[in-house]
């Protein structure tokens, strides 16, 4: 049961990738991320991590790609992709490159799972008081580091986008 | 339970799948979305270590990872806005001012 269920989403989440990257619509493609990203969040899920699935499914699914499709909508690029590629021999080279780096790090993880693995723990809990007391205790500074450079992240965005910046 | 070493192979798929995608494509927007394939993927990997280890520092690490990718994207759809208002266009072959 839990093996097919994992086949099913992986499939999924495989499917959806490689529709981002071939799709030439922007918008197909991120409607495609957006499949992919609640596959990750139900992989997340069956590794019992769920507050991240939660927080997956909220913040990258809902705001993040949220804004993807508004800037996709403000651009308009729909007729970007259309013309002829000056230079598509040199983007094909992405094709041999990308089978190179699937099979290095097929090797790495083959590897590892070869060699003496630390036996299987505890099951980490995913609930959102183990998160939060790791956050509160030993991850706090990270913590309020993080709210730095969101406050960061969001005075620059308002600097770019203003008129005649 | 499936092994998590299976978890980590389809990390390693969609890191690949993110990797072509942004050396293939011209639409900025597309790229950017391959970068957060790849985000993605990385995540992926962090929470199967973690479960194999038995500690939830992994999900506090992709916690942090989704906090620094929400600030990246609003920063990085911002630069790709102001640049398609001052040029007209939209593709990476454009944006080579900085190029050696």
């Known amino acids: ?165 | 339970m499936v092994d998590e070493s299976w978890y980590v192979a389809l990390s390693a798929v969609l890191f690949t799948l993110g990797v072509v995608g942004v050396v293939l494509r011209r639409n900025p927007l597309v790229i950017f979305m391959s970068v957060e394939l790849m985000l993605n993927a990385a995540n992926l990997a962090l929470v199967a270590f973690g479960h194999r280890f038995g500690n939830a520092e992994g999900q506090t690490l992709v916690f942090f990872v989704m906090a620094v990718a929400a600030a990246e994207v609003a920063v990085g759809l911002a630069i790709i806005v102001t640049i398609f208002r001052l040029r007209r266009r939209l593709s990476v072959d454009d944006l080579s001012l900085m190029r050696w």
């Open chain 1, 1 to 165: 049961m839990a093996h097919a269920t994992f086949v099913i989403i992986a499939a999924l989440a495989v499917a959806s990738a490689v529709g981002l990257i071939v799709k030439k619509n922007p918008i197909h493609g991120a409607l495609f991320l957006v499949v992919n990203l609640g596959c990750v969040a139900a992989l997340y899920l069956t590794l019992g991590a769920e507050f991240l699935a939660a927080a997956q499914v909220i913040v990258y699914a809902g705001a993040i790609m949220v804004l993807f499709v508004f800037a996709i909508m403000v651009l308009i690029p729909g007729k970007e992709e259309t013309g002829p590629d000056p230079r598509r021999r040199w983007r094909l080279i992405a094709l041999p490159a990308g089978a190179l780096l699937f099979l290095q790090l097929i090797v790495i993880v083959s590897v590892v799972r070869n060699s003496a693995a630390p036996a299987a723990g505890a099951r980490p809990s995913g609930s959102v008081e183990a998160i939060g007391r790791l956050l509160f205790t030993d991850y706090l500074f990270p913590f309020e580091l993080t709210s730095v450079l969101l406050l960061a992240a969001m005075v620059g965005v308002m600097l770019l986008s203003r008129r005649g910046a």
